[in-house]
């Protein structure tokens, strides 16, 4: 991605189901963190920050479970969204909630696991018209 290009900052919030334990989040973040690296147009995606560390913690970071910042060309969201709701068909229960802050606005969506395509036409459209202030 070039350096001068607009970018979209996003945090994804896995959902792995009311039966997932903190491994089974862990593992299925760690699937969708590599699968998202193979997208055109995504920075390598990192696990999310938690905003302090705990006391007596052995890493310098502290992760927050099943989130996921990614920095995403603006263009790419449409490829994005359906990738996520493709993603979150292969397993049971899934669902990946988009948060994201632009200025003094904000915009928080989930993807469910079926979506009509004027449904998933509509996500797009807000989402990018959040980011791109239109």
């Given at each position: 991605m070039s350096s001068g290009a607009e970018v979209a900052r996003l945090m994804l919030h896995v959902d792995a189901g009311a039966d997932a334990d903190d491994e089974e989040l862990?593992?299925?973040?760690?699937?969708?963190?590599?699968?998202?690296?193979d997208l055109d147009g995504v920075e390598p995606v990192k696990p999310a920050e938690a905003g302090t560390v705990p006391e007596g913690a052995?890493?310098?970071?502290?992760?927050?479970?099943?989130a996921l910042a990614v920095t995403i060309l603006p263009?790419?969201?449409?490829?994005?969204?359906?990738f996520l709701r493709?993603?979150?068909?292969?397993?049971?229960?899934?669902?990946?909630?988009i948060e994201t802050r632009i200025g003094d606005r904000s915009v928080n969506?989930?993807?469910?696991?079926?979506?009509?395509?004027d449904e998933l036409k509509g996500l797009v459209d807000m989402l990018a018209g959040a980011l791109t202030g239109k």
């Open positions: 862990d593992r299925v973040t760690r699937q969708l963190r590599e699968e998202l690296g052995k890493s310098a970071e502290a992760m927050t479970l099943g263009s790419v969201i449409p490829k994005l969204i359906d493709d993603w979150s068909m292969r397993g049971e229960n899934r669902m990946v909630k969506v989930e993807v469910p696991r079926t979506m009509s395509p």
